[in-house]
């Protein structure tokens, strides 16, 4: 019951061999919805292709509604898994250059390592620019790290936040994504075509 | 046309409305579930056969006689308070008060699989509510004295002298509570050193479970 | 206009159905292993082990590197890497399935191979930083943090593409 390997019913040697098949399966699905071509991922930023919002809500609604039903089946214990701490003001200054690099390279490394794989150059040159980029960070860790450690409001959840059930929160999440697959749809009726 | 076809037809031309209602029929159904509280330990019925089943008792004699034969696996829990566990007590006895069972310091005491312990106290009566709350939780292993401290003093260090009409069995086992009654001190000269009780020591295997890891 | 209709010869997936998948896969990796997935984690940790390998004193008096090298065991004995390497797996196996396979560099008809090449470097760099500062990338701090309802999650997915979005006037050469 529960996550399996933290609570031993797999033995932990099986731990990485999980990791290689869950990533294998992670590549194939990502490459086969096109996350390889760079010009696709950057297309929601311009209307053409709105790949990115699709795959990403529909996962995360889907995992969500999944994990808290299996919870309420008593197959997993929520209260197990791994929520990543909140560093607040890291977490808004790091998406925003990220959010720069994304635009000017058009991946992100889950995506590039596929587009590498496949051949792209580009993305290789992508992932050779994230060995750089980590290895500036940790020269100059000295100064960014009262950013980095600043802020930590701790493992929380939605939940704490808002102050609602959890159920709530995905429902209300489920009609957002929707709405946002429509909206999708009316804008990129409308915008110019563009071929890639 | 025919009706299947029909359906065919309607079902293909809305098949993404379908799913999304689908979506959020399913996170609909999240919120609407009933809420029961997971109960935490073992089933009422399951709970019920344990507790009326005298399995859990051992008497003072078999205790006496893994004590005298120093056996190992045997875990000797004082349910009560802090005071009479410093009157008197048996030897190698870890004192967790009965409010204090289920703190944090003391429950890797119960909550494990080594060491069959027995837990005991002045009658039987906090030593069965003990068992009672480490059964409903789950724990197994978990024994009481039958008769307590109480039955002790009858038994060992003050057995009675059996009538001359008794079956052999009886003297036998006179003699040997008496003869346990001496390791356990009865009889030596007061001395005023209370005997150092050595702590036993549970060497690490509290179940802890693995906390789950996780980055970027 | 009428005439030859160029088409489009990569040929993917219903996004919707990727989606679903990847959902399920969410899943099954929360109930196996009870955490997500992720891919910077595995840059970073090929980087220490670099840096470790190179130059083994700098990489431990600096307090960076300090917290991910062990007595015995290489950083590289890490989730994430084999992680990673099932992705390169799984990517070169669909794209090998669907003919994809092309050495190339993919860029817009508007702007040259070159540019493209560099502008990448720039946004890898960029992307490596943000990403350990923020402790996650789209991949695990978004898709997982998202699965479990994280505010960490949420934060950092809602500032990369806030930010994208603002910004996007400015690369737009490059991609329309």
């Known amino acids: ?196 | 046309m025919s009706k299947r076809y029909k359906t065919k037809k309607f079902i293909v031309k809305r098949e993404y409305q379908i799913l999304a209602l689908i979506l959020v029929l399913l996170a609909t159904g999240l919120v609407l579930l009933p809420k029961y509280k997971k109960n935490e330990g073992i089933e009422p019925k399951l709970f019920v056969k344990n507790a009326v089943s005298s399995e859990r008792y051992i008497s003072t004699d078999l205790l006496a006689e893994k004590l005298v034969n120093q056996d190992p696996s045997i875990l000797l829990i004082d349910t009560r308070s802090e005071k009479e566990f410093n009157d008197f007590s048996l030897p190698n006895a870890i004192n967790i008060p009965l409010n204090n069972l289920l703190d944090d310091d003391f429950i890797g005491y119960i909550d494990q699989d080594v060491y069959d312990v027995v837990l005991f106290s002045n009658d039987s009566f906090y030593a069965d509510q003990a068992w009672m709350l480490g059964n409903r939780l789950g724990f197994k292993n978990l024994y009481v004295l039958k008769g307590g401290l109480n039955e002790w003093f009858d038994t060992i260090i003050n057995p009675k002298y059996p009538k001359e009409t008794m079956p052999r069995e009886a003297f036998k086992l006179y003699d040997f509570r008496k003869a346990a009654g001496m390791y356990f001190g009865v009889g030596a000269p007061k001395t005023e050193k209370k005997a150092v009780k050595t702590k036993k020591v549970i060497t690490g295997k509290k179940k802890k479970k693995r906390v789950a890891e996780g980055g970027c | ?176």
């Open chain 1, 1 to 196: 019951m529960g996550p399996l390997i933290p609570n031993g019913l797999i033995p932990v040697e099986w731990n990485f061999v999980i990791a290689i098949l869950i990533g294998m399966a992670f590549g194939y699905i990502l490459e086969a919805s096109g996350f390889s071509s760079s010009r696709k991922l950057a297309g929601v930023f311009y209307g053409y292709d709105f790949v990115v919002l699709k795959v990403f809500f529909t996962s995360a609604v889907v995992s969500v509604i999944g994990l808290y039903y299996m919870d309420y089946l008593n197959f997993v214990d929520i209260s197990q898994l791994y929520i990543q701490p909140t560093y607040l003001w890291a977490a808004i200054i790091g998406g925003m250059i990220m959010g720069v690099g994304f635009l000017a390279g058009g991946f992100c490394p889950g995506t590039s390592f596929c587009a590498a794989a496949i051949g792209k150059i580009d993305a290789m040159a992508f992932t050779l620019g994230l060995v750089i980029g980590i290895f500036i960070f940790a020269e100059a860790f000295n100064f960014i790290e009262p950013l980095f450690n600043g802020s930590n409001l701790g493992h929380i959840t939605m939940v704490d936040i808002l102050n609602i059930s959890p159920y709530w929160i995905i429902l209300i999440f489920t009609i957002i994504a929707i709405v946002s697959f429509v909206f999708s749809d009316w804008v990129r009726s409308k915008v110019k075509k563009v071929f890639y």
């Open chain 3, 1 to 176: 206009m009428k005439g030859k209709k160029q088409k489009n010869r990569h040929v993917y997936w219903n996004p919707y159905f990727g989606g679903f998948l990847l959902g399920l896969l969410i899943i099954a990796t929360f109930y196996l292993t009870g955490r997500g997935l992720g891919a910077s984690g595995a840059v970073k940790s090929t980087v220490v082990t670099m840096v470790h390998t190179v130059a083994p004193t700098h990489a431990e008096n600096n307090a960076y590197y300090s917290k991910f090298i062990k007595e015995d065991e290489s950083p590289m004995n890490n989730w994430l890497v084999f992680e990673a390497i099932g992705v390169l797996l799984g990517a070169f196996l669909s794209g090998a399935l669907t003919g994809r396979l092309k050495l190339k560099v993919q860029h817009s008809p508007k702007i040259s191979g070159r540019r493209r090449l560099i502008f990448a470097l720039m946004g890898g760099l960029l992307f490596g930083l943000g990403a350990q500062i923020a402790r996650g990338c789209t991949s695990g701090a978004a898709l997982s943090g998202m699965a479990v309802l994280s505010v960490g999650g949420f934060i950092t997915m809602l500032s990369i593409f806030g930010t994208g979005f603002l910004v996007a006037y400015f690369f737009r050469k490059n991609w329309i």
